[in-house]
């Protein structure tokens, strides 16, 4: 779980793809500190301590910012600042959203794929199929 690894790997593939070589795939090995749901706690299956321990000693989070201030890039104080500003940024784009009405599912499913094989997408249920409309312009492609 490291960041700059995986922007190695994704600069790569990006390359790799863009040049003609074909596809590729990437596999990120990650850790899922919570449970799949709100009905499952994560912890069934293994101890509070694990996740304490993976967070402590695996998290990508954590130890890019470590990189970024034992290599003299920051200090922690700005760190700090840095990540408050983000923090609020995050509660304040989440106040928005929570507070905006509810989209329509024919919204909902407007671009789902830039150039989609098929055209509906699927419902809530298998045989509620939804005509795929495309509103925006795809990026990076």
């Known amino acids: 779980m490291d960041i700059l690894a995986v922007r190695e790997a994704a600069r790569y593939a990006i390359n790799h793809c863009v040049g003609g070589k074909g596809p590729i795939v990437l596999e990120a090995a990650t850790y899922r500190y919570g449970g799949h749901s709100m009905s499952d706690p994560g ?57 905006d009405p509810e989209i329509g599912l024919e919204e909902l499913v407007a671009d789902v794929y830039a150039n989609p094989l098929e055209p509906t997408v699927r419902g809530v249920t298998p045989w509620d199929r939804l005509k795929h409309i495309s509103v925006g312009k795809p990026l990076n492609l």
């Open 43 to 99: 912890t069934s299956y293994r101890t509070r301590e694990e996740i304490q321990e993976v967070r402590q000693s695996r998290d990508p989070i954590t130890s890019f910012r470590e990189k970024i201030i034992s290599s003299g890039l920051a200090e922690a104080e700005e760190i700090k600042k840095l990540e408050a500003k983000i923090r609020a940024t995050v509660d304040e784009a989440a106040k928005k959203a929570k507070s």
